[in-house]
């Protein structure tokens, strides 16, 4: 038994790590300290605090914690553990995609240039991060209509590799260095001038137009045409990047954000080479009570952590606790200083501004989003309520779906909707125990016995709340399945099946034995067809994990005159390898797609009998 306050005295004074876990052993919040000691102790110690953590200090049965060398080591280590775990308390950062760069592999003999979203040290050049693949793709078409550098991934070494060129030579976007006849020296020409754009634009366009003014004056009409379409079309790509400062090169991102009730907006502005090239916006979760500096640290550390680029400087509206850690931490993943920075005045301080009120506005369109859908899955819920003449309307519904493969690895999902609006912490996933083959009407009442025994249990608080509503994917059969179980346990919880068409898509439900059609443009049919694929969704997807385990990698692989078919078949037969190793030649040979000598083979390997 996990005494806490004798943990508490154990503790060390030393920076690092610790996790808070509920009754059921689940990370429920990850923290970082300068002293775990300290820290640690105070939430046991001190009544002052938000009501969030207020609410995780009543749900902590134990805790754990990892030492660190340093608070860096201790920032970096409890953002992996965030996350890895996404633990209930902790302000998490909704998306954390990775943005895309423009890559130039200048260590080829012929470079290609290309779109990636990750950087690597080998020896190519990188431009970006840019905010979306749209300006990527942009940029990329322009570069190769102007320099007709190559964007395939061939191996050249200045000899012929094709019988004929790619499309792109015939369109005139590449000079087919695949086919061994171009000049390595010219080609590369070019490339040191895609190069150039990339890095700083505005030189290579003041270049060209020197170049144009020089031709003109000479009487070259045609090549001065061509310097002019040129700088047509890297001004494009310019005009679509705001200049912030045409002083400064050094890359910065911008950032501000605007703080709701449940959730909180972070917007960004990228400035590369003195201009905004975009800017992308981020949404946290889980922030009641906190501080806007807290928010902006946790986003700070989550988003800096797993993007690969971090630039030189970064503005922010506020100070942050721990602002010198961060910078440390930072500092050392770019391999440079970086600075994190408050504007006071001036035009970091209009671009914060500017940032703040452009997260205002995305949070108040999310915010209307919300409420729309809430309004919308409570009017499908009350036509629910109707269609099916309830007493309530039934906020929690739980719906559940039997997956299986050949009749093997029978799984089956339990997906919860509150108020409309899925509530993933709640889904379970059940691996079916005490059923062999392909049989859902045992598999289903396996799954609601197991789910309603462990809610009337004491030790599972995640199922100890009941649903108004249970749904079935399936029809007459595997609902009435479900009716048995309920009523056998003595409760009056409403079971309603939900039906497919010939091409799988939802049609209706069945309730007290009856099918019930719905329209597809009324709110309850989408609210229904929501759910059932969902529900299908889950299962499916637990289904081929256990199937990757499993399945494919088993004792059954090693054996002679065994493929895919006959593993299939016996796992089938048989539900699972230590069964098959209890069966002698001739149940093995009955086996569809066994034979004599396949089944000797089988039997021989696992009772060792040399042949």
């Known amino acids: 038994m996990f005494n806490i306050q004798e943990e508490l005295k154990k503790l060390p004074d030393s920076p690092g790590v610790y996790q808070m876990k509920n009754s059921l052993g689940e990370i429920i919040y990850v923290g970082k300290a300068k002293n775990l000691k300290k820290r640690v102790r105070q939430y046991f110690q001190s009544k002052n605090h938000i009501a969030k953590i207020q609410a995780m200090i009543k749900n902590i049965s134990e805790f754990e914690y990892i030492i660190t060398d340093n608070e860096v080591e201790a920032l970096i280590l409890e953002a992996n ?28 003999k012929y470079p290609r240039i290309y779109k990636v979203r990750e950087v690597k ?3 190519a050049k990188y431009f970006g991060p840019y905010p979306s693949a749209y300006a990527v793709n942009d940029i990329i078409e322009t570069i190769g209509r102007l320099y007709k550098i190559r964007k395939c991934s061939l191996k050249l070494d200045g000899t012929k590799k094709r019988q004929r060129p790619c499309m792109y030579y015939y369109i005139n976007r590449c000079t087919a260095p695949c086919m061994g006849n171009v000049d390595e020296e010219e080609y590369r020409a070019e490339v040191d001038k895609a190069t150039s754009f990339l890095t ?50 050094i890359d910065q991102d911008i950032i501000g954000s605007a703080i709701g009730i449940d959730e909180a907006c972070i917007q960004i502005f990228f400035v590369r080479n003195g201009k905004i090239i975009g800017s992308e916006h981020y949404l946290l979760t889980n922030i009641e009570n ?63 501004k500017m940032t703040k009120k452009n997260a205002l506005e995305i949070l108040e369109k999310g915010s209307e989003r919300i409420r729309r859908r809430i309004d919308e899955s409570m009017k499908a819920l009350e036509e629910l309520k109707n269609i099916l003449e309830l007493e309530e309307i039934p906020k929690r519904i739980e719906a559940y779906d039997i997956s299986n493969i050949q009749g093997l690895q029978s799984v089956g999902s339990m997906v919860v909707f509150e108020k409309g609006i899925p509530n993933k912490s709640n889904y379970r996933r059940f691996r079916i125990k005490t059923v062999r083959g392909p049989d859902d009407y045992k598999s289903m009442e396996e799954v609601l016995e197991r789910r309603i025994n462990r ?30 179980v309920v009523k056998n346990f ?83 037969e048989f539900g699972s390898v230590e069964n098959i190793k209890t069966k002698k030649v001739e149940e093995l040979s009955a086996v569809a797609g066994m034979n004599k000598r396949a089944a000797e083979s089988v039997y021989n390997y696992f009772n060792k009998i040399e042949k």
């Open 121 to 123: 040290r080998d020896g």
């Open 200 to 249: 700083g634009g505005q030189d290579i366009i003041k270049s060209l137009r020197e170049k144009m003014i020089k031709a003109s004056e000479n009487m070259d009409y045609e090549e001065a045409a061509k310097y002019r379409d040129q700088i047509k079309a890297l001004e494009v790509i310019s005009e679509k990047q705001k200049i912030v400062s045409a002083n400064s090169y």
């Open 81 to 108: 553990y965030i996350k890895k775990y996404r633990p209930k308390y902790n302000t998490l950062l909704r998306d954390d995609k990775q943005y895309p760069y423009i890559k130039i592999s200048v260590q080829e």
């Open 290 to 352: 906190e501080s806007r500096e807290k928010i902006i640290e946790s986003f700070l550390t989550q988003f800096y952590t797993g993007t690969v680029y971090i630039p030189k400087e970064i503005y922010i509206e506020t100070e942050v606790e721990d602002m010198e850690v961060l910078e440390k931490l930072l500092s050392e993943k770019r391999g440079n200083k970086v600075s994190l920075k408050v504007p006071v005045k001036g035009e970091k301080s209009m671009l914060v």
């Open 455 to 484: 809610g009337l249990g004491q030790d599972k608080k995640a199922f100890n709340k009941m649903p108004d509503l249970i749904l079935i994917d399936g029809g007459k059969g595997q609902t009435n399945i479900a009716e048995e």
């Open 490 to 572: 003595g409760l009056n919880i409403p079971v309603c099946g939900m039906i497919k068409d010939d091409k799988h898509t939802t049609r209706g439900l069945i309730f007290g034995n009856k099918e019930i059609e719905l329209n597809k443009r009324d709110l309850v049919y989408k609210l229904i067809y929501r759910i059932q694929e969902e529900a299908h969704r889950f299962a499916l997807n637990y289904h081929r994990n256990l199937r990757d385990k499993t399945l494919f990698k088993s004792e059954l692989d090693n054996i002679e005159n065994i493929g895919e078919k006959r593993k299939i078949n016996l796992l089938k």
